[in-house]
Each structure stands twice: as C-alpha cells, then as structure tokens.
C-alpha cells in the first residue's frame, strides 16, 4: 500500500503556503514535492531509514552491490586520548620520535588535507594507555584498531556542518575517533584512491544520506551530521574492475595533487613552499586554473560514478540537485565538539594573506626557518611526494636537514640600529628576493604582527605561537624568540645582551636629555623627556621580569608551548587576550593540574614525585615508571610496596634551591592585572 509523503524542504520562506499549495496541486505555491511510495519498501536500505524521496532503483543498490567493508576493506574509529591538552600537539609545536602524527577530523576536504596534529605515541603508545588519576576518578585512553594504526589509508571528518569529504591519510598517521579512517588489504594505494574518488562522488553521498535520512539536507540552517563508521561500512560499493580502479585512482591522485598544491602556500602546513605572491612567480600556482580543473575532475569522478552504479538519467537529476543543497554549507565549518575534534574554528591555521603572509615569510626567513633560496632560484622547487608517502619532518620550504643556515639567529630584537633588527632583517630578506614591504613594517610588527601570528598557529582550539614577542606595555621595545632556537641559556642572554644594554642605552639618553632641558624648555622637549622617562621605567620592569624568570627557564617543547610559554605571562602586556590565557595556564600548573608536565617537576618536585607513587602514567612521564612500579607476569602494572629509591632522595635531587628562590619572587612579584592567589601549593600567585 503506497502512501503519499509532501516534502518542503528546500523551501526557504514560506513552508506553510508551501505546504497548502502541495494539498491543493498547486504549482505556484512554492518548492514542494510530492512522493508517493510503500513504506515497506525502506527495509531495503540498511537502517531502514524514512527516507520516502529515494527512488526504488536507488533503493535497489543496497541489494544490488556488496557494503563497503568487505573483500578486505575495513572503516574503523581511533583513538580518544581522553586528554587532549596532554597527549595531543600542533605539528609544528614540537619534534621527536615519540610525537606520531595524528588525524582528527577537520573541516570539509576531499582527496587531500594536511595532517595537522601530533599524538603522544612513541614505540607503542606507553604513556597514553597508562592508567591515570584525576581528583575524582581513573582515566583511560580508548585505543581501538590499534593494528591498523601507522598504515595508509583515507580518512575523514565524523561530526560536521559539511558533507562527507573522504581525504588521502599517509603513512604513519594514528587516526582518531573523531577522524576515522578507511585500511584495505595489503595497503594498495591503487585502490585507496579509487575508493577516495567513488567515496567523493555525488552517488556515493547520496548513498550515505539515504541511510542517515536527516531532517534537513547536510549543511542547511546549522544542523551538524554524524558520518559514523557503521554507515560507511554498510554503504553499497560499486563493482570495480582493474581498469575501474586504474580510471578512478588516475582522478583521485590528480584531485590530491592539485589541492595539495594550494596548500602550499600555508607556512603552517608539511606542504609550505613559499608565501603567496612568490608562489606563483616561482612555482607557477594558478588558483584558477585548479579551480576549473577540479571542478572537471569532480564531474568526470560524479560521471565515471554514475555508470559504476548504474543510475539512470532522472536520479542522475534528483541526486544533482540533492548534491546542490547539501554543498551549500561546505564553507561554514565551525568545531562541533568540546575537545575540538571534527572541524576547524576561524582560528584555523593558514597562509595569512597578501602582504601579511609574506611579512610572515620575511620573519621566518630571518629566524633561518625558511630556505629564501627557493625564492631567488638558487635551490630547485623539491618534487611532490606520492599522496600516501609518510610526511616529511620538514616542510619543501624549509631549509633541508644539514643545510641550515649558519648565522640564523635565535632572538630578534625590535631595536633599530642593531644587526638582529627584526625590521632591518626582514628588508634584508626583501631586498634579497625582490619583493616590497610597506613602510609601515617595523611598526605592523610591534603592533599587529603577534596577534595575527597567533592566529595562523591555531588549530583545533588548541593556540601554539611559535615566535614569541615579550614587549613593553607600549611595545616600544620587543624580543623576539623562535621556540626551535631558544635554549636553556636564551633567558641570561635577554637579560645580559640585549634588556641590559638597551636600557642603559637609554638611562645615558635620558640623563643626556635631563641635562640639556633645564629652565626655559619648551613644551616639545618637556614632552620628549617625559616620553623618555616612560620608556626607561617600562625596560626597567621588563628588565626585572626577565631576571625573574631566567633562572627558572629551562624550556621542553614536550609540555606544548602553552605551558612553556605560561611562566612569561607578565611579558607580554601589549597582548592582553594572549596574557590573559598565559594567566589562566600558569594559575592551573600552580594548582597542580598539569604535573605531567616537565615544567611541573622542575618547579615542585616535592608535590609532583609522591604522585607518581601512585598515578603510572605520570611516573612514565617523568621516568620513573620502573622506580614506583612493577610488570606482573600477566602484562599488569601494580606500585612497588618498596620503591627502589626513596622519595625524599628523588625529591632531594630534583631540587634546586636557585629555582626555588626565583619561583618564589615570581610568585611574589605585583603584576598590573590580577589579584593575588593562594594556590594549592600554598604559596601566593600574584
């Protein structure tokens, strides 16, 4: 027995008149459609969902074709840390062979994203599967699939405002639970590009809303999708021949190629080779010219699908004007989740644009990050990797590993006049490459350019500036450090090379200018001393904070930058959003809710050594694991009735009475915002 659904939909503004015109047949009533359909008929589609719109032949596939998972091809959901700020950083935040890179959803993106995160992995996921302690209850991370992990494979977002975009997922990847990810049998790269191109196609969408059978179509008035694994692997696949899969991965390695390619001006991304502008005078980038062709690959894949499955020419229609709706959201993704797993806020990474991408470029060039050669020709464009080769350590535009340049510096300093001028080296650079900057850099860069940087080193609700502007109050005066430079010493050299001259420089101009404006000074020179005398009493409290912390900095880049950056909060004054967060962190760590942290067992070992008595994680976190615990034969961990070495002597030697003295004045000191603090430690946080 057929029943008659009415569908309105697509209609904008009026779904009531809609609505009657559809009762009365009316065809000036607005959009509405008219279906009339057995409902029995949606037991052939796999949940059978409500889904009165789809034709019986498109109904017919989910019968007609085997699911996705078979014949050795599986969609499985990842890893949860359970604790992102702790087991996850941005790619650029941090080296080393325990940080694994990591894919966690994102906004829409098909054939190619830049796998932006890195998990806390190592060898065998050690730390992250360790049972941890939180005030009120145990913590454990949620690691399935693991024998699929560091594979090949496609990935894509599971929660999004967006449709379904399947991407390349390289080699060595752990994939999330928020980005699942697509294995096959014998990591065949062939058939993982023909399954990324079907999966972007229009039929195979259309499969996968056929089945969700939401309310409204993907992307319309703000309603976000779950694309759960059980859905793809439940979705009919078209039979696919060796010349099928050839055709098909033919378009889908093109598509990677030409979206990687415009991402290649992102100075955030593993595919950086030169800003805009220079990019496409050296590299020969074409936005348009991709865009046109990306369109016509997209109808070649739609097409070559289209035959696959055997759809004829009015649900050809029908699923076109489906695809229409649904793509109109593409561009508004936003973060979906709490822990920032499916897409990207406006914070997201990215190139910048025009004259501040390149202003970018210029400092990055200048801190000897980037390779300028790329931009004078003197060093050959690097050839692009094959899509499922495992990602580079460091990006085409990068200087190559043994070829860095000599006399990079790791601090900058906004002091004209000096040979690490942030300005001066940046117009150097310039000048070398042939492009212009606008007279008004030096003052961008004091002003403008941290907030922007900020902003282009942001990811998934999660901020990590790699060059860090300390300044005044004014920013008059500002250094600049590069987190891939600095050392444990880099602090003694603020103080001593460049805070301490600089203010006795201008302790000499203002006893200079005191002297020559005595009676009879006009209101111009008044003015000039009394700027003067400000300037000097800002280096002064800049100098002080800085003697504050140098004893203290001892910097690992495994704590992520927050953290490291968090004890220089009163630095930097002229940001008042970033010193606020900067607060906001280093109040946590002095209350005790980050010693996993390096940081945390250098400033209280008395406080973070007894936890690891008790909380396994944290004792690997620190090295202690074999001191407090023991491997049963079962493969279980217990603590040790008796450690190896006693507490006190652990605390003993992880205790310096010079850190202690300079915790203490920081802790001490008076700061323009915020009020004092008892922290858990029981000592007064300013």
Aim: aromatic content about 8%; glycine content about 6%.
């Amino acid at each position: 027995m057929s029943t008659v659904f009415i569908r309105v939909l697509e209609e904008m503004h009026d779904k009531d008149g809609a609505l009657r015109s559809a009762i009365k047949r009316d065809p000036i009533g607005g959009r509405w459609q008219l279906f009339e359909v057995n409902p029995a008929t949606f037991c052939s589609v796999s949940g059978s969902p409500f889904a009165y719109w789809v034709s019986e032949n498109l109904r017919a596939t989910f019968a007609k074709f085997t699911r996705f998972e078979a014949d050795g091809r599986v969609a499985k959901r990842g890893v949860n840390s359970n604790d992102d700020g702790r087991f996850l950083r941005l790619a650029w935040e941090c080296v080393g062979s325990k940080w694994v890179p990591h894919v966690k959803g994102g906004r829409w993106a098909p054939f190619y994203a830049d796998p932006h995160m890195l998990l806390n992995w190592g060898t065998d996921g050690r730390e992250l599967l360790a049972e941890r302690v939180t005030t009120r209850e145990y913590k454990f991370a949620i690691v399935p699939s693991r024998e699929l992990y560091l594979r090949p494979g496609l990935t894509w977002t599971l929660r999004t405002k967006s449709d379904l975009s399947m991407r390349v997922m390289p080699a060595g990847c752990i994939f999330g639970s928020k980005g699942p990810a697509v294995i096959v049998e014998n990591d065949d790269v062939g058939l993982l590009l023909a399954l990324g191109a079907l999966s972007n196609s229009q039929v195979f969408r259309s499969l996968i809303e056929f089945q969700l059978a939401a309310a409204e179509p993907t992307g319309r008035g703000g309603v976000a999708r779950s694309y759960e694994v059980g859905v793809i692997q439940k979705t009919p696949l078209a039979n696919l021949s060796k010349s099928d899969v050839a055709a098909l991965a033919r378009l889908a390695r093109r598509a990677w190629s030409l979206r990687r390619a415009l991402d290649t001006v992102n100075e955030a991304s593993h595919a950086f080779v030169l800003p805009g502008g220079l990019n496409e005078r050296i590299a020969g980038l074409d936005r348009d010219a991709i865009a046109r062709e990306l369109d016509a690959l997209q109808k070649a894949i739609d097409e070559a699908a289209f035959s696959l499955y055997g759809i004829g020419p009015e649900d050809r229609t029908a699923i076109g004007t489906s695809a229409e709706v649904a793509t109109e959201g593409e561009d508004a993704a936003v973060d979906e989740a709490d822990d920032a797993g499916d897409e990207s806020s406006d914070d997201e990474a990215s190139g910048g644009a025009g004259v501040e991408a390149l202003s970018s470029w210029l400092v990055g060039v200048a801190f000897g990050r980037f390779d300028p050669r790329l931009a004078t020709s003197e060093r050959a464009i690097p050839p692009e990797p094959e899509p499922f080769d495992a990602l580079p350590s460091r990006a085409p535009g990068m200087y190559p590993e043994g070829e860095e340049c000599g006399d990079r510096s790791d601090i900058l300093v906004d002091d004209e006049g000096r040979a690490d001028d942030i300005a001066a080296c940046s117009i150097a650079v310039a000048e070398r490459v042939r492009v212009d900057v606008p007279e008004s850099l030096r003052s961008w860069l004091a002003k403008e350019f941290f907030p922007l940087h900020i902003k282009m080193y942001s990811k998934s609700r999660r901020k990590a500036p790699i060059y860090w502007q300390l300044a005044t109050p004014s920013a008059s005066y500002s250094v600049w450090l590069y987190i891939h430079a600095f050392s444990k010493d880099t602090f003694f050299r603020v103080q001593n090379d460049y805070v301490g001259p600089k203010l006795a420089h201008e302790e000499r101009r203002l006893e200079s200018l005191s002297s020559e404006l005595r009676d009879g000074a006009t209101a111009e020179q008044r003015k000039a001393l009394a700027t003067q005398e400000a300037f000097v009493e800002e280096l002064r409290a800049f100098l002080e904070e800085v003697k504050r912390v140098a004893p203290l900095w001892n910097p690992n880049l495994d704590d992520g930058v927050i953290i490291n950056f968090a004890p220089l909060w009163r630095l930097v004054p002229q940001h008042k959003a970033w010193q606020k967060e900067l607060k906001s962190t280093w109040d946590a760590l002095c209350d005790g809710k980050y010693d996993w942290a390096h940081l945390a067992m250098r400033l209280w070992p008395e406080s973070v050594v007894p936890k690891c008595a008790k909380d396994r994680s944290l004792a690997i976190a620190h090295g202690l694991e074999e001191v407090f615990w023991v491997e049963g034969t079962d493969g279980k961990w217990t603590a040790r009735k008796t450690p190896t070495r006693s507490v006190d002597e652990l605390v003993r030697e992880r205790t310096s009475p010079a850190v202690k003295a300079a915790l203490q004045s920081l802790l001490e000191a008076p700061a323009a915002t915020g009020n004092a603090k008892k922290t858990k430690r029981g000592k007064v946080n300013a």
